[in-house]
């Protein structure tokens, strides 16, 4: 564990020297030419932090699209509205109410860093991996990370779920 919490600090150090508005716009522009999220009708994206990947441009997009809301232990899927309020974690969340997350065809997935087997580094929580491993098998998912940010390869334990595809500048 000790080396996910030095890779954790590594990564977010590495994040803030970067153009991330730049690298946001990069990245939108190839999860647009995805084939999975170009076939994908509901899609759940993430909401950023700062010196976060920022992928809101995808609002735009003809999509039906969810934020995550953690409740205790796990996230629920809340469409998206302009109605958010910060959660503890200083996070955005929707005040909508949730729906199944059976819904969803595709869930973009945040991550401190990424590496070359699927795996991703994120921020500590288990929030995604638990979602994934309970929900995972009704949806594809994506992780969108720098390319100064995907690697060889990062610890995994147990738990660790891979995702589908990763896209990276």
Do not use: W
């Not at 170009?38 to 934020?67: A, Q």
């Not at 100064?148 to 500048?169: A, Q, R, S």
């Amino acid at each position: 564990m000790t080396d996910k919490i030095e890779l954790r600090k590594k990564a977010k150090n590495i994040r803030k020297n970067l153009p991330m508005k730049e690298i946001s716009g990069q990245l939108v522009d190839l999860i647009r030419k995805n084939k999975v999220y170009c076939e994908s009708k509901n899609v759940m994206i993430f909401y950023p932090t700062e010196f976060e990947v920022d992928l809101r441009e995808l609002f735009n997009d003809n999509k039906k699209f969810y934020l995550p809301k953690v409740d205790g232990e796990e996230l629920l899927v809340c469409p998206y509205a302009n109605d958010l309020q910060k959660s503890h974690f200083g996070i955005y969340e929707p005040c909508s109410k949730p729906v199944n997350a059976v819904t969803l065809d595709l869930v973009i997935v945040p991550a401190l860093m990424c590496d070359k087997r699927g795996y991703r580094l994120g921020y500590g929580g288990g929030f995604y991996d638990r979602f994934i491993n309970k929900y995972g098998q009704n949806f594809k998912t994506l992780c969108p990370v720098p390319k100064e940010l995907f690697v060889e390869n990062l610890p995994v334990d147990k738990f660790d779920k891979k995702v589908d595809f990763i896209i990276t500048t």
